[in-house]
């Protein structure tokens, strides 16, 4: 049995350098890649990824061009006009070097329709059965199909919602929230999930059919 790879992606949403750091150092991934503007962290911190990925027409030119030289350093550079967007790419890599869990860094910021995108994006991993996440200082998201255990003791923030990512998600059950439901389905068009919190040890979302978003969070300071 090979090595269990834990990979982080940094792509091109608001970069939160202090948090990047404190997160990479905590989680001790196995695999870097970094998606066109996300190289910028790496350049700001003097760190080189395993793999670069994009068009790379949203980097500087200076750090573009110290990281194109780079020997030792796998390249994947499309042209601009493609179908899928950088964090895609970058994400597809992941998922085809067998990574056995995928972090997004940076994958949060102005863009609404990037972070949309980069949400459904998730399902890639979703259905190889991957554990996948975005990730930021006051948010962890992923997406659930099936029955999903979460610690007191590790959650990410305060709050947990759920939110159907298909037209609707069957057979919701939570166990150890505050609000629990029973054999419920949940609709597209409500926001009956929101901010929901943890009162036991231990809590569990069931569910029979469809995919919910799981979004852990907590306020900013």
């Known amino acids: 049995m090979g090595k269990f790879m834990k990979t982080a992606i940094v792509t091109g949403g608001t970069p939160d350098y202090k948090f990047i750091d404190s997160y990479m150092e905590k989680e001790r991934f196995d695999l870097l890649i970094a998606a066109d503007s996300g190289l910028e962290y790496f350049?700001?911190?003097?760190?080189?990824?395993?793999?670069?990925?994009?068009?790379?027409?949203?980097?500087t030119e200076r750090t573009r061009d110290c990281f194109l030289q780079k020997k030792d350093l796998e390249i994947r550079r499309f042209d601009p006009h493609k179908d899928y967007t950088d964090t895609e790419l970058a994400f597809r890599t992941a998922i085809e070097k067998k990574s056995d869990e995928i972090h997004l860094l940076a994958a949060t910021g102005t863009r609404l329709d990037h972070m949309l995108g980069t949400v459904r994006m998730?399902?890639?991993?979703?259905?190889?059965?991957?554990?996948?996440?975005?990730?930021?200082?006051?948010?962890?998201?992923?997406?659930?199909?099936?029955?999903?255990?979460?610690?007191k003791q590790t959650q990410y923030?305060?709050?947990?919602?759920?939110?159907?990512?298909?037209?609707?998600?069957?057979g919701i059950t939570l166990?150890?929230?505050?609000?629990?439901?029973?054999?419920f389905t949940m609709k597209g068009f409500q926001a009956l999930g929101i901010s929901n919190e943890i009162t036991e040890e231990?809590?569990?979302?069931?569910?029979?059919?469809?995919?919910?978003?799981?979004?852990?969070?907590?306020?900013?300071?």
């Open 43 to 59: 350049f700001q911190k003097e760190k080189t990824p395993d793999i670069i990925v994009g068009d790379f027409d949203s980097v």
């Open 122 to 151: 998730l399902g890639l991993a979703l259905e190889q059965g991957i554990p996948a996440c975005i990730v930021d200082a006051c948010n962890r998201l992923r997406l659930i199909n099936s029955k999903t255990t979460l610690h």
């Open 157 to 170: 923030g305060k709050y947990v919602s759920l939110i159907p990512l298909t037209d609707e998600a069957s």
């Open 175 to 183: 166990h150890g929230f505050e609000y629990p439901l029973s054999d």
């Open 202 to 221: 231990e809590a569990t979302v069931e569910l029979k059919s469809g995919i919910l978003i799981l979004v852990e969070a907590k306020d900013g300071e």
